[in-house]
């Protein structure tokens, strides 16, 4: 099994919602990470977990909140999102953490739309 | 500012032909460089990498070169297919670097024309 799988593909919430999205891998990775994508522009790192605790938080609002309940499945919880947090998240899985030559294998994306 | 440039948002190419996707980057750090593959609607795939202590990497249709002294690399796409249209991000990682580390480029969109 090479796959990252994300649930929902689509979703569509209001500024008051509350939702999360999954993302889950069973390849043994130890890292995993939340990508946000806009239309036309690279990937933005969101956060890193290693060893399902989370080691990097680049500087995302608090109204992003990751968990990772074990090494095979990481959530976004969202809340009180804006209309401009509209875009694709993308969950990546590497093998190691640190040390690791990159090769990070990605989910399909859930595309969000904030009304 | 962009540490890792491409600086063709677009590429048009005839089915059997050549695709040629450039890839510039400015820190003198990065050591090791990926290509991945985007599909619309889909996440980046993993194409192709090259280390610096290489020049050139292939596998199969996929070549990537890498001038360091010029701070380039390449990947050409021999012969071009048109399943091979989508979105291709070049990335660099910096010597001693984690898959956290990992700078995208902006992106070419690949068409390959039947």
């Known amino acids: 099994d090479t796959e990252v799988t994300q649930t929902p593909k689509h979703l569509v919430m209001g500024m008051t919602n509350k939702k999360s999205l999954k993302c889950e891998q069973h390849?043994?990775?130890?890292?995993m990470y939340w990508y946000k994508q806009k239309a036309k522009k690279p990937p933005e790192l969101m956060f890193v977990?290693?060893?399902?605790?989370?080691?990097i938080n680049e500087s995302v609002p608090s109204r992003f909140s990751p968990e990772c309940p074990n090494s095979s499945l990481l959530n976004l919880h969202l809340h009180a999102l804006q209309p401009e947090d509209s875009a694709l998240y993308l969950c990546?899985?590497?093998?190691?953490?640190?040390?690791?030559?990159?090769?990070?294998?990605f989910g399909e994306g859930s595309r969000l739309t904030v009304l | 500012d962009q540490q890792v440039k491409q600086n063709s948002p677009s590429l048009s190419v005839q089915e059997g032909r050549i695709s040629i996707l450039n890839c510039d980057y400015t820190n003198s750090m990065f050591d090791y460089f990926l290509w991945y593959k985007k599909y619309p609607a889909e996440g980046p795939t993993f194409l192709i990498s090259?280390?610096?202590?290489?020049d050139k990497n292939e596998d199969g249709r996929f070549t990537v070169f890498l001038n360091k002294s010029a701070k380039h690399l390449s990947l050409h796409i021999v012969p071009s297919q048109p399943g091979d249209s989508a979105v291709y991000f070049c990335?660099?990682?910096?010597?001693?670097?984690?898959?956290?580390?990992?700078?995208f480029g902006s992106g070419t969109q690949l068409t390959v024309l039947p």
């Open positions: 990546a899985s590497s093998l190691h953490p640190g040390g690791g030559y990159g090769e990070l294998f």
């Open positions: 390849m043994g990775h130890r890292a």
């Open positions: 990335a660099a990682i910096p010597l001693s670097g984690s898959a956290r580390q990992l700078t």
């Open positions: 977990y290693s060893y399902e605790k989370l080691s």
């Open positions: 090259i280390s610096s202590i290489k």
